[in-house]
């Protein structure tokens, strides 16, 4: 479109002198072919001709001023050269394929792409997934695909998969009324065992993680039971059936304190830990996430970092079950649309085993 408007406004100039002289301005475009010419010549002695958009430009312009019978004589190209680039110069004005390519949705923002690949770096464990999470909460609800594209275009491999439930809840129906308890165990850096009891409500995802003990007893897992009752309060009346396996542990004075509150006990198959898939979903988050990661000292220690991820778990992590919502925040964060004006904090959990990522207000 520019090019076009140059080259009229170039024969406009060129014809404007013919018209308030009144006299025959053909000789002098002829002097200006030929200098231009020469100009050409000169810049290629060493080479073959070739000519510049530029010089097709003023050659095709000048052509107005120049009867067509003297083309041939003037001009170092044939007349049927010399129309093709008329032609071409004209058409530019009609040409919409710059505007079309500028169609489409909007590229990310190199802020957004930015903050991608920082998170993705200090955090090797996370997949485009998990990513698209934090970002969520940070205030950017962009899709998955966009994520993968962006640690995809940077040369990062994804994070490992991680297996997912298969077995689908009998109860889905009911998930909201369900909750779920397993035991499972954590070794110390001398090589002591552990014991911890999980309880995860299936409809908000909260985690409940009880005491840790190296000797783990009836009495010790009624205690449990009594602590979790106390904490939920007026919220065990929203519960209807406690999931938990064939666990010796347990115990009738377990299952006791939960029937008091008109909770109904489901025991899982023998040896079918897909039955509790949720609870060992998420006892291996816990292993994946923070265990894995921190040598446990002792009983105290392994309570100190099992409090601390209960505490990421349920008020920042965000869970794809919930709209990428943690367990303690019922709507979305505000959209930000200038990342950039924006400081990003980061708080580091466990001593930076786990990031949390926040603006600054």
């Known amino acids: 479109m520019i090019l076009s408007m140059l080259y009229k406004a170039a024969r406009k100039l060129l ?9 025959d301005t053909s000789k002098d475009a002829e002097l200006l072919v030929l200098r231009h010419e020469n100009a050409v010549l000169r810049r290629q002695i060493a080479g073959p001709v070739r ?15 120049i009867p067509r019978r003297r083309w041939h004589e003037v001009f170092p190209v044939t007349p049927g050269t010399l129309l093709t680039w008329h032609r071409r110069f004209s058409a530019a ?12 949705r909007p590229p990310t923002k190199a802020a957004l792409k930015k903050l991608i ?35 995809h275009a940077a040369g990062i491999a994804p994070a490992p998969r991680r297996a997912g439930p298969t077995w689908r809840e009998f109860l889905t129906n009911q998930a909201e009324g369900l909750i779920a308890v397993d035991f499972f165990h954590l070794d110390t850096a001398l090589g002591h065992r552990l014991y911890a009891l999980a309880f995860l409500e299936h409809g908000t995802r909260r985690l409940h993680i009880a005491a840790v003990t190296a000797h783990p007893t009836r009495d010790w897992a ?17 519960l209807h059936f406690l999931l938990r396996d064939r666990d ?5 004075s377990f299952d006791a304190i939960f029937e008091a509150e008109e909770v109904e006990i489901l025991k899982s198959a023998p040896r079918a830990p897909r039955m509790n898939a949720h609870c060992e979903r998420v006892i291996g988050t816990i292993r994946r996430e923070a265990l894995d990661h921190v040598l446990i000292m002792n009983e105290a220690h392994a309570r100190h970092v099992l409090a601390a991820y209960e505490r990421h778990y349920n008020e920042h992590r965000p869970h794809r079950a919930r709209n990428q919502l943690p367990p303690g925040a019922d709507q979305q964060p505000t959209t930000v649309h200038r990342p950039e004006n924006r400081r990003l904090l980061r708080t580091r959990i466990l001593g930076g085993v786990i990031n949390e990522y926040r603006y600054a207000a």
């Open 51 to 65: 000519y510049e958009p530029a010089d097709r430009f003023w050659l095709a312009a000048l052509s107005s001023l």
């Open 222 to 238: 009624m205690q449990q039971a009594r602590n979790l009752a106390t904490d939920l309060g007026t919220r065990m009346e929203s």
């Open 93 to 104: 004005k009609w040409d919409y394929s710059a505007r079309r390519a500028r169609t489409g």
């Open 248 to 252: 010796g542990k347990y115990g009738q």
């Open 15 to 23: 014809s404007a002198p013919g018209v308030l002289l009144r006299r």
């Open 117 to 151: 690949l920082q998170l993705a770096r200090e955090n090797a464990k996370w997949g485009h997934r998990r990513i698209q999470g934090e970002l969520a909460r940070l205030g950017h609800p962009i899709a998955a695909s966009t994520v993968w594209g962006s640690l």
